[in-house]
């Protein structure tokens, strides 16, 4: 398994990964249009950043992060939003090494931490980060509003 950027290129298979994360959540399986990924990700002003775990033309899954400013004082900390396995490749390393890339990552950036958030109806999800020695951060309640 190899965990790289994604390139242009990987527009198709992201946007088929979306659709799976979609269904995933109970949502529709719609695979959003892959010209809209090639324009959020390799675009002028790209909104994240994706990391592809595969074997060849095999992708297991991904992470989609990007930088946030400030995180304390004027530090810059890492934000994963998603981190996604396929089913059938669950449980076999995928997530943790997607993980570890992700730091790395963060760590290259100059970012003083990673931050992510869990769905709490999630436990499989809850008890990997824990596993990962990360803690819950109780004093934060994420808000969400349409714009």
Known sequence: MQISEA??????VIAQLLGEIEAYYGGPAIVPPVNEVRAALFGER???TVLLARDADVVF???SFTRLWPAAGSDTSLYLKELFVREEHRRAGVAGALMDAVAE???VAGCSRLEWTADADNPSA????EALGAKQNLGKVSYRQPL
Do not use: M, N, Q
């Not at 390139?7 to 198709?12: K, P, S, V, W």
């Not at 809850?126 to 980060?129: N, S």
């Open 46 to 48: 790209p909104a994240a």
């Open 105 to 107: 990552a963060g760590r």
């Open 61 to 63: 899954g991904l992470a």
């Open 126 to 129: 809850l008890a990997f980060y």
């Open 7 to 12: 390139i242009e290129a990987d527009a198709e």
